[in-house]
């Protein structure tokens, strides 16, 4: 089964430290790849942007484990697919779990239930990481067509490129294999 402590350190070192506030960043102000709704939504709406400013490591770790655990990602079996399925999610929300859910064939309802992790586990895991990896590319090339979306697309393409099958290539170069 898929273990979250290989994937972990993949999406850290693409979020970075800083908090950011980017114009072109949908999720607004946002530390360590967590946005404010993401914080608001885990810790409670009274949280502010100087609380995610001040976001801890163990606050960090409880919202990556809110994402893991939207994939179930403990029941897939193969640790490529659940590295692409998690870190879907984590960057495009429902997206992260609909657009899988096609790919599979099932109800794209937005929830990891027993009929979409069957399918993925039935599926051979090689084509299947191949066939997702390609739907996430076209997903990024169409968000990207939206007006101001354009600039984030390299970045996109660069973090999906080092998730590859049965490792990954983590912001630096570091290779992770397992």
Avoid at 12 to 21: A, F, I, L, P, V
Avoid at 88 to 98: L, N
Avoid at 129 to 148: D, I, M, N, Q
Wanted: glycine content about 10%; some cysteine; overall charge positive.
């Amino acid at each position: 089964m898929a273990d979250m402590l290989i994937l972990k350190p993949f999406i850290r070192s693409w979020e970075g430290k800083k908090y950011t506030n980017r114009r072109s960043d949908r999720g607004g102000p946002t530390k360590w790849g967590v946005t404010i709704g993401t914080y608001r939504e885990v810790f409670g709406s009274s949280r502010t942007i100087a609380d995610l400013k001040n976001l801890t490591e163990e606050e960090w770790d409880t919202v990556f484990r809110r994402f893991w655990n939207r994939w179930r990602a403990d029941l897939i079996e193969s640790q490529s697919v659940a590295n692409l399925l998690v870190d879907w999610v984590w960057g495009s929300g429902k997206y992260g779990i609909v657009y899988p859910q096609q790919v599979l064939g099932v109800t794209p309802d937005g929830i990891v239930g027993p009929k979409t992790l069957k399918a993925l586990n039935d599926a051979d895991p090689s084509t299947l990481f191949s066939a997702l990896w390609k739907r996430r590319k076209l997903h990024f090339e169409s968000v990207a067509s939206a007006p101001g979306q354009e600039v984030n697309l390299p970045g996109w393409l660069n973090r999906l490129n080092g998730i590859k099958y049965r490792r990954l290539v983590c912001n630096g170069g570091k290779v992770v294999w397992f």
